[in-house]
Structures are given as structure tokens and as C-alpha cells.
């Protein structure tokens, strides 16, 4: 079946450094990949999202290239805020499948 | 237009009690999944509708929990004889069909 692996946190980083989160899948087909965020004590809501190889998603400063070669889909941000600071799910779907999501990565900004 | 609607948004029972959580989705939505998140933690996978049918309902924990859905609309998530472990957020979330998907707020759920 699916899967999605992301890395674990929490990551802890200072305002303006670089942001990775990892994520990488296994499915088969084709997928549609999805990045969610959930602020502290809010709802999921969609980050962004790639539905084919080569794919960039893109929002608020956030980026992930969906790579078929390596089956990743890793959120990178040049320049975190405190606002940034939230947990980050990795997620993915398959055609008429389910959503299968990641378990979650906490990340933490420091002034 | 409007969103995922859930209700109740707090819901605090005694254990043993039976509780009814519902779930509105977006008009048009053939797609309906139910999540678990306990505090602190990841996303629980409980069922998914395919309009009225579920396809997939793996993720129930036990036969103490059930869900239906009508009119490819509303759904119901109901707990019988509920425990403290229950006690959780229950988000839901809806989608067409190959699309992503819109979370609902959740319904906290509290069992003392």
C-alpha cells in the first residue's frame, strides 16, 4: 500500500535560517502530493501540493519539487519567521485512494 | 463559499456514554474522511466515504465505533460506550474525488 515517511522533529531553528523537511513516499502510479500545516491549536490546512513529476508547489515562501527518481517531496523555506512555527504534514493520494499522510513534523522558530 | 462544518465543537461525556459527532462537507464533495488526533500527535486514519459507501474503514479502532453517511452529504461518526482513551480531536475532512482535501475545525472530544 501507500506510504509516506517524513523526518522527525521537533526542528528547532532561529528566525531567517533554511528550512528541509524530508519527505519521501512510496506508492504506485502516480500521486498527488500534498503539503499540510497546522498552527498551533487551528485546523490542517493545504500548504501546497505537486499532482505530477517535475511539479513545483509553491506558497507563502514555501516550496517542494515532487522528484519521481528519488519518490521525495521535501519542503524547503529560504527564510523562517516565528509565524512559520507549526507541525507539517507530508501527504499523499493516489487516484480514488485515500489520503495517506505522514506522521507529522513539529517546527519550532526562535526569535 | 463555506467550508467543512463540524459540530459539536467541545463535547465533554462520562465514560460509558454514547456520543454522535457530525460532519457537513463542502456541497459537491463526493469524498469524506474521518481523522483522529490525540494531543500532541499525528493524524489517525478512521474511515473514508466514497459518496454513501465506505471503501475503507481500517482505521476504526473498534466495533464501538461507527460512521454513516446519507445523501452523500452529512456524515456521522458514533462512539458507543465511550472510554478515556477516545478522548481526542475528530477531524474531518472532504475532497472530490481525486482532488485535495478541506479539514473541517474538529470536535474536541473529552471523556471523564
Known amino acids: ?111 | 463559499g463555506a467550508g467543512v462544518s463540524q459540530s459539536p465543537s467541545n463535547k465533554v461525556t462520562e465514560k460509558g456514554k454514547d456520543v454522535e459527532l457530525r460532519c457537513d462537507p463542502i456541497s459537491g464533495h463526493t469524498a469524506l474522511y474521518w481523522y483522529r488526533q490525540r494531543l500532541g500527535q499525528g493524524l489517525e486514519f478512521l474511515i473514508y466515504f466514497q459518496g454513501n459507501s465506505a471503501p475503507d474503514k481500517s482505521g476504526l479502532p473498534s466495533d464501538r465505533f461507527s460512521a454513516e453517511r446519507t445523501g452523500e452529504s452529512v456524515s456521522t461518526l458514533t462512539i458507543q460506550r465511550t472510554q478515556q482513551e477516545d478522548s481526542a480531536v475528530y477531524l474531518c475532512a472532504s475532497s472530490l474525488l481525486t482532488s485535495e482535501q478541506y479539514f473541517g475545525p474538529g470536535t474536541r472530544l473529552t471523556v471523564t
Not at chain 1, 503539503?35 to 500548504?47: F, M
Not at chain 1, 507530508?90 to 499522510?101: H, I, N, P, S, W
Request: proline share 4%; charged share 20%.
Open chain 1, 1 to 111: 500500500g501507500n506510504s509516506v515517511t517524513q523526518m522527525e522533529g521537533p526542528v528547532t531553528l532561529s528566525e531567517e535560517a533554511f528550512l528541509t523537511i524530508n519527505c519521501t513516499y512510496t506508492a504506485t502510479g502516480y500521486p498527488s502530493l500534498f503539503w499540510y500545516v497546522q498552527y498551533p491549536g487551528e485546523g490542517l490546512q493545504l500548504l501546497l501540493k505537486a499532482t505530477k513529476a517535475d511539479d513545483k508547489g509553491s506558497n507563502k515562501g514555501f516550496e517542494a519539487t515532487y522528484r519521481k527518481e528519488t519518490t521525495s517531496f521535501h519542503l524547503e523555506k529560504g527564510s523562517v519567521q516565528v509565524s512559520d512555527s507549526a507541525v507539517y504534514f507530508c501527504a499523499l493520494k493516489g487516484g480514488y485512494q485515500k489520503v495517506t499522510f505522514g506522521t507529522g513534523t513539529k517546527l519550532q522558530v526562535i526569535p
